[in-house]
């Protein structure tokens, strides 16, 4: 007697019926597009709107309106982002403009110290040692020929001398001056 064992049939399993009915369906669903492709119909379009009516789905599946929304949006985020960059760039070049500013201000102020300490040390010893020896020559002259030097000197340069000298002197050569020569050089004397 056979072994009835071996006769007796195998009843498909869930895999086999999945492949039996899942690939006759993905193949005729991909025919069902070609064709409607070919026909003109926009698939893409319209399978979104048919999802678009089904409650659960249409949460998840965006119309064109909604991808353009979105795309501006992003756009929109990375323009922001971009501006924010940018932003935080020309804060940093401010803060480091500012520190420059301070320090040539300060610096302009070291120098400005500098320049006071130095108007007042030229103030206290005016006269360098050329200027008082070339006081002490005209004061050696003779008053006339002392006075058609000076008249011939620009005034920022006689006015030196002149101070250097003492008031006889002094007195001595504006008196063999010219009178207008005489009254410019004792108002620059008088008003410094």
Same mark, same amino acid.
């Given at each position: 007697m056979p072994n009835q064992s071996l006769y007796k049939e195998k009843k498909p399993g869930i895999w086999q019926w999945l492949v039996v009915i899942i690939v006759p369906f993905i193949f005729a669903v991909i025919v069902a597009l070609v064709i409607l492709y070919i026909m003109g119909v926009d698939v893409l379009t319209q399978s979104k709107q048919a999802l678009n009516q089904v409650p659960f789905i249409q949460e998840k599946v965006l119309t064109s309106e909604e991808e353009r929304y979105v795309n501006q949006l992003t756009e929109q985020e990375?323009?922001?982002?971009?501006?924010?960059?940018?932003?935080? @760039? %020309? $804060?940093?070049?401010?803060?480091?403009?500012?520190?420059?500013?301070?320090? %040539?201000?300060?610096?302009?102020?070291?120098?400005?110290? $500098?320049?006071? #300490?130095?108007?007042?040390?030229?103030?206290?010893?005016?006269?360098?040692?050329?200027?008082?020896? %070339?006081?002490? @020559?005209?004061?050696?002259?003779?008053?006339?020929?002392?006075?058609?030097?000076? #008249? #011939?000197?620009?005034?920022?340069?006689a006015m030196p001398l002149l101070r250097q000298m003492d008031a006889e002197a002094r007195g001595e050569i504006l008196a063999e001056m010219a009178p207008d020569a005489a009254a410019v050089y004792t108002d620059l004397f008088m008003n410094p």
């Open positions: 990375e323009m922001i982002e971009a501006k924010d960059s940018e932003m935080d @760039s %020309l $804060q940093a070049e401010i803060i480091t403009k500012e520190k420059t500013i301070q320090d %040539l201000e300060s610096q302009v102020e070291q120098l400005q110290q $500098q320049l006071m #300490e130095q108007e007042n040390v030229d103030e206290i010893n005016p006269a360098d040692e050329t200027t008082q020896e %070339l006081a002490t @020559s005209f004061e050696n002259m003779k008053p006339s020929a002392a006075a058609s030097i000076m #008249e #011939e000197m620009e005034n920022g340069a």
